[in-house]
C-alpha cells in the first residue's frame, strides 16, 4: 500500500461512521453510540464502558417499538413534548400556529475532529435541531449542546431547550446533589432514586446557585463511593438557572435531563436565529468518584480554566479586618502588612465607591463607581501606587451587575434595572440586578472593568461579586418578550465577560456571589478563581472544599485564612486554606508572633509546592462525612512529588486509629516522608516523620496521619528519593 492509500484508511478508520445510522461517539474509557431506526428516529443504544471491538457495534440492538409501530418509545436522543414518550421531554416549541409538538428525524451527521454534530428536522414544520457531541478523550469527558433554528413566519416559542438527555439500566440508582445555602456550600446528600422524578434546579437567575449547585453524581448500580463502582458525573456550564432531571421509568430506565432551567423561560425564538442551549459536560467513571473527579480536574485545567496554565496570586483581603471601614492610612498599612506576610497580592474589598451616597454599608452606592472623595482622597492611583511600593500587586472589589436604589446610577437610569412595574420591588441585601439582555447595560458594566483599568493599568486582580439573584423578574428592555429574560441576562454577562478577556487577558478575575452563590465551569472559562464559600470556619471548609473538588481543581477555589472559628489553631486554618488558592483575610496585628511566623513560613511552603497542591492528582482518603478526620492527598503527574494533608476535627475518645493508605504513587519507587509547616520550635510526632518508604508499602500498608486530638492538622511532603 503506498503511503498516501495508508493515510487514507487510518482517516477512514478514524473518522467515517460505522455506518450511515449508527453513530459512535468515544473517549479513552467510555462509548456513546447512537442509532437511527427505521423511522428515522435517533436513539441511544449504548452509553457505557468503551467497547473493545468496534465490530460488536453491529449487535447492539434498537429500542423495542411502542405502542404504535410507527414510533419508538424511550431511549430517543431528543424526544419532544407531545408526541409518545410518556416521560420528561428534552424539547418542546410552540409553532406559529399554536401547534404544541414537533417530530424529530435523522437528515445527516458529520465527525470532523474530536466534535459530532446531527441534524434532526421536523418534517412538518420548518424547524431544525442540531445535537453537538465533543469529547476530550484523554480526560474522559464528553460535552454536549444542542442548536435550534426555524423559518417560521410568527411567533415561535421554545418551552424546553434541554442540553443533553441520557439513559440508563441498572439495578438501582443513588443520587448525589449538592444542596447549597449562603456559607453552607456544596453540602452532599445522598438518595436512591426510585420510580418517578427528582429535580434540581435553580430559579434565582444571577446568585444562580445559592440553594442548589449545578453538578451530580449518579451511583449507576450501587451508591457512589471513591474508588469503585460506575458513576457518572455531570454538570452544566451556565452561569445562570439551570435544571436537572432525574426520572426512572416503567422500565426501571433512568433517564437524565440537564439543561438550562425552562422555568419562566418560555424562550420566542425569531426566525433564522439559532438558540444554542448550554453546555453539559459529563464523566462516565467504572471506578468510583476519586477517578472521575481527576478527569474533571485535568479537564477544567487543560480545557476550560480561564489561564488555568498561568500562575495564581496569594494574597491579603481587607473585607473582614476592616469590613467598610478604612481610610487611606489604614489600608497602605495593610499593604505593608501583606508584604510583611510575603503574599503576592492586596485586595481591597467592598466599600470604596459612591459620593452622593457613598458606600458606608451595604444599603447604598453600589452602580456609582467612582472612588468617594473623602474617604480616599488621592483614588485607586494612589493605592495602586503604595502597594507597588510595599512590594505587593493591587486588586480591586466590584459588582457590575448590581445597583443600590439609593445611588446616582438608580436615579438617572430607572429603566435600566429589573424591576417589576407597578409593583412592591422585594430587595435582596437592598439592591437590585441591572438588565444585562439591554446593550446600553452590557456597555455600561464593561465600563466598570474598563474605566478602573484605563486609569490604573496595573491593577492586576479583580473580584467581581453579585450578590443579588434576579427576583422582580421584569425586563424594560425585552417588553413583552419576558421569557428571555433569564436566558439573555446570561448571554449579556458572556458578552461582557467575552470583551474584558479580549481587552484585559491578563487580569486575573475571582467570581465570587456572596460566596459560591455563582460556581459553574462556563463562567471559570473568564475567571481564573472563584470563592467557595464566605464560610471560612476550617472545619465547615473541610465539607465545602471535599464537596468542590469533585468537579473544581484547587488552583480556581480561593480559600482564605481568617478569624471565623477561632477554637482552631491559626495552623489548623492555614493548613485547610493551603489545599486551595492560598489568602488571607484577617488582621495580622491580632496574631501572635509565633501565629505570624507560621504564616509567613506556610507562604513559603506553599509557594514551593503549589504546582503539587494544584496537581489534578487528587486522592480523597479519609472522608469527613464518615468520622472525624479529613485526609487528602494530592501527587503530580510524574508521582515523584506527593502532599498529604490530614486533620482531626473531633474524635471520639479512645477511638482506633487506622493506618491510611497512600494512592497514586509509583509502587516500585523510594518515598521519603516529611511534616512540613510546623509552628516555631515545634517538632514532629508523627511515627512516619523522616523515614522512607517504598510506594508499594505507602498504599499497601499506609501510614498513621491522624490523632485522637482535636483540630490538629498536617502537611506531609512525600519525596521520590
Ligand atoms: C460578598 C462576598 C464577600 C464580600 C462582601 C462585600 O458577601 O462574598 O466576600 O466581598 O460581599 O460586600
Redesign the pocket.
Known amino acids: 500500500m503506498t503511503k498516501r492509500a495508508l493515510l487514507f484508511s487510518y482517516f477512514l478508520v478514524l473518522f467515517l461512521p460505522l455506518s450511515a445510522q449508527t453513530i459512535s461517539i468515544s473517549t479513552d474509557h467510555t462509548q456513546l453510540v447512537l442509532q437511527v431506526n427505521s423511522q428515522k428516529r435517533l436513539c441511544q443504544t449504548y452509553l457505557g464502558e468503551r467497547l473493545s471491538e468496534q465490530t460488536d457495534l453491529s449487535q447492539l440492538e434498537m429500542p423495542q417499538a411502542g405502542l404504535s409501530s410507527s414510533c419508538i418509545r424511550g431511549l430517543e436522543v431528543y424526544p419532544v413534548m407531545g408526541t409518545e414518550d410518556y416521560y420528561e421531554p428534552t424539547f418542546e416549541i410552540h409553532h406559529a400556529d399554536g401547534n404544541p409538538t414537533s417530530v424529530l428525524k435523522y437528515v445527516k451527521h458529520s465527525q470532523q475532529g474530536n466534535e459530532t454534530s446531527i441534524v434532526l428536522r421536523d418534517e412538518v414544520y420548518p424547524v431544525d435541531v442540531t445535537l453537538y457531541y465533543k469529547v476530550f478523550e484523554r480526560e474522559d469527558i464528553i460535552q454536549q449542546w444542542a442548536e435550534i433554528r426555524h423559518e417560521e413566519k410568527g411567533k415561535v416559542y421554545l418551552g424546553r431547550y434541554a442540553s443533553s438527555m441520557l439513559y440508563f439500566e441498572a439495578p438501582n440508582y443513588y443520587l448525589t446533589e449538592f444542596a447549597s445555602d449562603w456559607a453552607k456550600e456544596m453540602q452532599m446528600l445522598d438518595q436512591e432514586l426510585k420510580f418517578g422524578k427528582k429535580v434540581v434546579d435553580s430559579r434565582l437567575g444571577t446568585r444562580a446557585n445559592l440553594m442548589a449547585q449545578p453538578f451530580f453524581e449518579v451511583g449507576l448500580g450501587g451508591p457512589v463511593r471513591e474508588n469503585e463502582g460506575t458513576v457518572l458525573m455531570g454538570t452544566l456550564g451556565w452561569t445562570g438557572n439551570f435544571r436537572f432531571t432525574f426520572e426512572v421509568d416503567n422500565q426501571h430506565i433512568l433517564r437524565v435531563v440537564s439543561g438550562i432551567n425552562h422555568d419562566a423561560s418560555t424562550y420566542l425564538l425569531k426566525k433564522s436565529d439559532t438558540f444554542r442551549t448550554a453546555d453539559f459536560f459529563f464523566t462516565l467513571s467504572q471506578n468510583g468518584l476519586g477517578e472521575g473527579s481527576r478527569r474533571f480536574q485535568r479537564w477544567m485545567m487543560n480545557h476550560q480554566l480561564h489561564k488555568a496554565k498561568d500562575d495564581r496570586m496569594t494574597l491579603l483581603n481587607n473585607?473582614e479586618n476592616t469590613y467598610f471601614d478604612f481610610n487611606e492610612e489604614k489600608l497602605v498599612a495593610l499593604f505593608s502588612e501583606a508584604k510583611d506576610l510575603g503574599v503576592d497580592l492586596f485586595l481591597l474589598?467592598?466599600g470604596w465607591f459612591g459620593n452622593k451616597y457613598p458606600r458606608k454599608d451595604?444599603h447604598a452606592g453600589l452602580g456609582d463607581w467612582q472612588v468617594t472623595q473623602d474617604k480616599l482622597p488621592q483614588g485607586i492611583p494612589y493605592l495602586v501606587k503604595k502597594a507597588k511600593e510595599n512590594g505587593v500587586n493591587f486588586g480591586i472589589?466590584i459588582e457590575p451587575e448590581m445597583v443600590n436604589p439609593k445611588s446616582e446610577l438608580a436615579e438617572k437610569h430607572p429603566d435600566w434595572l429589573i424591576q417589576l412595574p407597578s409593583r412592591d420591588t422585594y430587595y435582596f441585601r437592598n439592591q437590585m440586578v441591572l438588565d444585562l439582555c439591554n446593550p446600553k447595560v452590557q456597555d455600561f458594566v464593561f465600563s466598570v472593568v474598563d474605566d478602573l483599568m484605563q486609569e490604573n493599568p496595573e491593577i492586576k486582580f479583580m473580584?467581581w461579586?453579585c450578590?443579588s439573584p434576579i427576583t422582580n423578574i421584569y425586563s424594560p428592555y425585552l417588553k413583552e418578550n419576558q421569557g428571555n429574560l433569564y436566558v439573555d441576562y446570561v448571554r449579556g454577562l458572556y458578552k461582557v465577560l467575552d470583551r474584558v478577556q479580549a481587552k484585559y487577558p491578563d487580569l486575573y478575575m475571582m467570581m465570587?456571589?456572596?460566596?459560591g452563590g455563582r460556581s459553574d465551569v462556563t463562567g471559570l472559562r473568564y475567571f481564573t478563581e472563584f470563592?467557595c464559600s464566605?464560610n471560612t470556619d476550617p472545619i465547615e471548609r473541610l465539607f465545602i472544599q471535599w464537596g468542590y473538588s469533585h468537579f473544581m481543581p484547587a488552583k480556581a477555589m480561593c480559600a482564605h485564612v481568617t478569624e471565623w472559628n477561632r477554637r482552631a489553631s491559626i495552623k489548623f486554618r492555614v493548613d485547610v486554606a493551603f489545599q486551595g488558592k492560598l489568602g488571607f483575610d484577617i488582621g495580622l496585628k491580632g496574631l501572635s508572633n509565633d501565629d505570624r511566623q507560621y504564616c509567613r513560613e506556610a507562604i513559603k511552603e506553599y509557594k514551593r509546592l503549589k504546582e503539587v497542591v494544584w496537581s489534578p492528582n487528587l486522592y480523597r482518603l479519609v472522608s469527613p462525612y464518615e468520622g472525624q478526620h479529613c485526609v487528602v492527598q494530592r501527587v503530580n503527574d510524574s508521582k515523584d512529588k506527593s502532599i498529604v494533608f490530614a486533620y482531626d476535627i473531633h474524635p471520639r475518645y479512645g477511638e482506633s486509629l487506622l493506618n491510611t493508605r497512600l494512592q497514586g504513587l509509583d509502587a516500585s519507587a523510594k518515598y521519603k516522608v516529611k511534616e512540613i509547616c510546623l509552628m516555631p520550635g515545634k517538632q514532629s510526632w508523627l511515627p512516619c516523620n523522616n523515614k522512607v518508604y517504598t510506594g508499594d508499602y505507602l498504599m499497601k500498608v499506609g501510614i498513621k496521619v491522624t490523632s485522637t486530638n482535636d483540630l490538629v492538622s498536617h502537611i506531609i511532603e512525600v519525596m521520590k528519593e
Request: glycine fraction near 14%.
Open positions: 473585607w474589598d467592598d451595604d472589589w473580584k461579586d450578590n465570587c456571589s456572596g460566596g470563592w464566605d
